[in-house]
Nanobody, 119 residues
Framework: QVQLVESGGGLVQAGGSLSLSCAAS????????MGWFRQAPGAEREFVVS????????IYADSVKGRFTISRDNAKNTVYLQMNSLKPEDTAVYYC????????????WGQGTQVTVSS
């Protein structure tokens, strides 16, 4: 059974930092692309960042470029999202996702972790 479990969310003041983790079980992420998405209240889920299997060439949404950093540790089967200079508009539930089949979509999703940035 494939599971993605996010952790590290919480409440932080604007300008602060948080680090999210996404631990995978039931599958190796080592040869697969991973991504982070977020969904704010009343909004659609939006893309945040993706990373390919080797960790190279991350793709960031313009809204987080320069503030967020994605990384991965294939040995630990874990993907990370370091979020700096957080803004109130970053408040959302953050989800990690796994592209298992190599198509232009994500096949497995975590349950999400809440990030709240106060002004």
């Amino acid at each position: 059974q494939v599971q993605l479990v996010e952790s590290g969310g919480g409440l932080v003041q604007a300008g602060g930092s948080l680090s999210l983790s996404c631990a995978a079980s039931g599958i190796s992420i080592s040869s697969r692309s991973m991504g982070w998405f977020r969904q704010a209240p009343g909004a659609e889920r939006e893309f945040v960042v993706s990373i390919n299997w080797s960790g190279g060439r991350p793709i960031y949404a313009d809204s987080v470029k320069g503030r967020f950093t994605i990384s991965r540790d294939n040995a630990k089967n874990t993907v990370y999202l370091q979020m700096n200079s957080l803004k109130p508009e970053d408040t959302a539930v953050y989800y990690c996702a796994l592209n298992f089949f190599g198509r232009n979509e994500y096949d497995y999703w975590g349950q999400g972790t809440q990030v709240t940035v106060s002004s």
